[in-house]
């Protein structure tokens, strides 16, 4: 009698049956799902971060060089010879505690952006949230990241620059790269599902919204009546905020850090409900 219900049982969980329900709203999120798929989530981070230092010589030592060099370059093109001002801080503490952040956002942008098409293959064949794929690309940087203010940490106790009660509030930066990240990955991946010209804009992208942050230059030396307008760049309040939270630089500009964080709640919301209106055609169109 037992072994029978167990088969019932069995044969009832077998004629279970898969419904995807098309959302009601833009911004409709089924979060209890995407609790359900979090190891998933694990599972693509782990594979990112295994692919990109598989067969390398020197591992994620990468991680501390590139910001390293690329500090080392800024500091002498920028800082002696064309004497680019840093507020009084020294310029390689100065140009470092920007190029993280921006290094983090750069990388979660690029790879987010190409995390559709690169996972056709999953797209087309399998069912879960696609969501959770620009998702860990926007994650698996955090990891460089996390390692990289090591050498931040280093660089600021060789210049004798204390850590304070601010420092705290770091996370709170880091958040909202995060999900400005988040938010523009969403709408480029979207967009790269129908529209591969998008792979080919972000490197373009990156590099002109690289100068229009204050990695090189000092917030200071933007005229007043631009401020609002260059605030409508969320990072510039990203990078303010690591310089005053690191550096004992002044409270970041309100008038810049307001605009970015306008710009940045309408980025994410955007995204995700570009996303979302999106994403049942993806396997289609993929």
């Known amino acids: 009698m037992e072994s029978h219900v167990q088969a019932e049982a069995l044969a009832s969980q077998s004629r279970r049956k898969l419904i995807i329900e098309k959302r009601s709203g833009l911004l409709d999120l089924d979060w209890a799902e995407l609790w359900g798929y979090r190891e998933l989530l694990y599972t693509l981070v782990e594979r990112e971060v295994k692919v990109r230092y598989k067969q390398t010589a020197i591992g994620v030592s990468w991680v501390l060089l590139q910001p390293l060099i690329t500090m080392l370059i800024f500091t002498v093109i920028f800082g002696r010879l064309a004497k680019m001002p840093s507020d009084g801080i020294w310029y390689p503490a100065f140009i470092l505690t920007a190029l993280l952040p921006w290094g983090y956002f750069s990388q979660a942008i690029t790879r987010s952006g190409m995390s559709l098409v690169s996972s056709a293959n999953l797209v087309t064949k399998v069912y879960f949230p696609r969501i959770l794929l620009p ?6 940087p955090l990891i460089d990241f996390a390692l990289s203010l090591l050498l931040l940490f280093g660089l600021l106790l060789y210049a004798g620059i204390p850590l304070t009660w601010k420092l705290l509030t770091l996370p709170v930066f ?11 990955g969403l709408i480029l991946s979207t967009a790269n599902v129908k529209y591969r010209d998008v792979g080919h804009a972000v490197p373009f992208l990156i590099q002109i ?10 917030v200071s030396l933007v005229p007043e009546q631009y401020k609002l307008l ?20 002044a409270a970041p500009d309100l008038v810049v850090m307001g605009a970015s964080i306008v710009v940045f709640l309408g980025v994410l919301i955007g995204g995700l409900a570009y996303f979302n209106k999106m994403e049942r055609d993806f396997a289609d169109v993929i």
């Open 135 to 140: 998702l860990s690309m926007i994650v698996t």
């Open 174 to 184: 880091i958040l909202v790269a995060m999900l400005t990240a988040l938010g523009v």
């Open 209 to 218: 919204w690289m100068f229009l942050s204050p990695i090189v230059y000092p």
């Open 230 to 249: 260059y605030g409508l760049n969320p990072m510039a309040g990203v990078i303010e905020g690591f310089r005053w939270a690191l550096l004992g630089k």
